[in-house]
């Protein structure tokens, strides 16, 4: 028995239709909120900083001082205006091992305690940042004059949105009467 591969020639008439059969895939943009594309125009700004960084003290041999801050500053931005994505998505990191094993009742309750203080929690949070810019003023940040007290209002921002978030998670949850924890495969796509 032989196990040569046996192929035929194709013009390429043949080859330009495979490209037309398939069909473009549509782009849905729909599926990211306001905070994402905050969040990828903080990192824009970030990344430009971090080149400008790189490129001044390599190739110029005489670095800005301030683009370090200014990348630091977006960095904080990016992960705390990026967390209420991950908020909205619940794509934070958790354990949902022992709900495979509670009934499911207790796993219900206990899922939407978790709502509950993750809500508090968050709101405890904005708290805490609006009273540490209060006590910052106006403070400046140290290579370039401008108010530090703007990079925490990004910090609050992030707090805010996931604050928000998490109350349309929790919202969620009830409607559907489940959540990550108690169902991951339902969020994941690999239950029917």
Same mark, same amino acid.
């Given at each position: 028995?032989?196990?040569? +591969?046996?192929?035929? @020639?194709?013009?390429?008439?043949? #080859?330009?239709?495979? &490209? +037309? ?20 125009? !903080? ?9 400008? @960084? ?5 190739? $110029?041999?005489?670095? /800005?001082?301030?683009?370090?801050? #200014?990348?630091? /500053? ?14 909205? $998505? ?8 022992? /709900?495979?094993?509670? =009934? ?9 305690? !978790?709502?509950?203080?993750? !809500? *508090? &929690? ?6 805490? *940042?609006? %009273? ?14 401008? =108010?530090?007290?703007? *990079? ?10 996931? &604050?928000?978030?998490?109350? @349309? %998670? ?5 409607? @559907? ?9 339902? /969020?994941?796509?690999? +239950?029917?």
């Amino acid at each position: 028995m032989s196990t040569a +591969e046996i192929h035929r @020639q194709i013009t390429g008439d043949e #080859i330009a239709h495979t &490209f +037309e059969e398939e069909g473009t895939p549509k782009i849905d943009l729909g599926v990211y909120a306001f905070e994402d594309w905050v969040a990828l125009a !903080i990192f824009w700004v970030m990344a430009l900083a971090v080149f400008l @960084q790189f490129f001044t003290r390599y190739v $110029l041999n005489d670095s /800005y001082a301030w683009t370090e801050e #200014i990348a630091t /500053y977006c960095l904080i931005g990016v992960v705390f205006i990026g967390a209420s994505m991950c908020v909205r $998505l619940s794509r934070h990191i958790q354990v949902d091992l022992i /709900y495979r094993y509670l =009934p499911g009742a207790v796993a219900r309750t206990l899922s939407t305690l !978790i709502d509950l203080i993750r !809500i *508090v &929690f968050f709101g405890y949070a904005i708290k805490l *940042v609006w %009273v540490y810019i209060q006590i910052i003023g106006d403070e400046s940040m140290t290579t370039i004059n401008f =108010p530090k007290n703007y *990079v925490y209002y990004a910090v609050l921002a992030g707090f805010v949105l996931m &604050f928000a978030r998490s109350l @349309q %998670v929790a919202l969620q949850h009830l409607r @559907q009467g489940y959540s990550i924890l108690e169902r991951p495969g339902a /969020y994941d796509g690999f +239950e029917g």
